[in-house]
T-cell receptor, first 113, second 116 residues
Framework: GENVEQHPSTLSVQEGDSAVIKCTYSDSASNYFPWYKQELGKRPQLIID?????GEKKDQRIAVTLNKTAKHFSLHITETQPEDSAVYFCAASTYSSASKIIFGSGTRLSIRP | GAVVSQHPSWVICKSGTSVKIECRSL??????MFWYRQFPKQSLMLMATSNEGSKATYEQGVEKDKFLINHASLTLSTLTVTSAHPEDSSFYIC????????????FGPGTRLTVL
C-alpha cells in the first residue's frame, strides 16, 4: 500500500521568512496530493492540492510542487505570518472508487515573531 | 462548500462500554466515507472505508469486531467502539467524498473519546 513520508517533523521560522515542507510517496499510481493544516483539536483543513498532471500550483502565499519521477512533493509558504503556526500534513491518494487518503506524519510549524 | 458533521463532539465512557459516533454529510450524498483515528501529536491513521449498502473495508491491524461500521444511508455512517478500553481513547475523525467533486474529501470536526 501507499506510504507517505514527511520532513521535517518540526519547523520554526522567523515571521516573514519562507517555510518548506517535503514529502515522498511510494505508490507510483498515486495521482492526487492534498495538503492539510490542522489546529489543535480541530479537523484537518485543505489548504491546497495538486494532481499528477501538473508540476506546480500556487495560491497566494502557498505553493505546491510535484516531481512524479522522484515521487516528491513539497509545500512552500512565503511571507509567513503568526497565524500560519499549526500542524501541516501532506497526503497522497489514488483516484478510484475508494479514493482513500494516506497521510504523512505531520510537520509542526511555529512562526517566531 | 460541502459540510460533514459528527456527533458527539466529545464523549467520556467507562471501560467495557460501547460508544457510537455518527458522521453525516449534510448537503451531499456520500457513497463512501472514511474513519480515521488520531492520537495526540500523531498523524491521522485510516481505520476503514465505509461503503453505503455494503461491508466496510478495514485497514490492516484494525479489528473489525471492535470497531463496527455501518453505512446505512447515503448521508450517515456510524462507528461503534465496542468494549472500549483506555487505549481506545483518541480523536476519531470521519471524512466523506463528494462524488461530484472527484477526489475532494471533506472532514468532520472529530469526536474526542475518553475511556476511563
Amino acid at each position: 500500500g501507499e506510504n507517505v513520508e514527511q520532513h521535517p517533523s518540526t519547523l520554526s521560522v522567523q515571521e516573514g521568512d519562507s517555510a518548506v515542507i517535503k514529502c515522498t510517496y511510494s505508490d507510483s499510481a498515486s495521482n492526487y496530493f492534498p495538503w492539510y493544516k490542522q489546529e489543535l483539536g480541530k479537523r484537518p483543513q485543505l489548504i491546497i492540492d495538486i494532481r499528477s498532471n501538473v508540476g506546480e500550483k500556487k495560491d497566494q502565499r502557498i505553493a505546491v510542487t510535484l516531481n512524479k519521477t522522484a515521487k516528491h512533493f513539497s509545500l512552500h509558504i512565503t511571507e509567513t505570518q503568526p497565524e500560519d503556526s499549526a500542524v501541516y500534513f501532506c497526503a497522497a491518494s489514488t483516484y478510484s472508487s475508494a479514493s482513500k487518503i494516506i497521510f504523512g506524519s505531520g510537520t509542526r510549524l511555529s512562526i517566531r515573531p | 462548500g460541502a459540510v460533514v458533521s459528527q456527533h458527539p463532539s466529545w464523549v467520556i465512557c467507562k471501560s467495557g462500554t460501547s460508544v457510537k459516533i455518527e458522521c453525516r454529510s449534510l448537503d451531499f450524498q456520500a457513497t463512501t466515507m472514511f474513519w480515521y483515528r488520531q492520537f495526540p501529536k500523531q498523524s491521522l491513521m485510516l481505520m476503514a472505508t465505509s461503503n453505503e449498502g455494503s461491508k466496510a473495508t478495514y485497514e490492516q491491524g484494525v479489528e473489525k469486531d471492535k470497531f463496527l461500521i455501518n453505512h446505512a444511508s447515503l448521508t450517515l455512517s456510524t462507528l461503534t467502539v465496542t468494549s472500549a478500553h483506555p487505549e481506545d481513547s483518541s480523536f476519531y475523525i470521519c471524512s466523506a467524498r463528494d462524488p461530484a467533486l472527484t477526489d475532494t474529501q471533506y472532514f468532520g470536526p472529530g469526536t474526542r473519546l475518553t475511556v476511563l
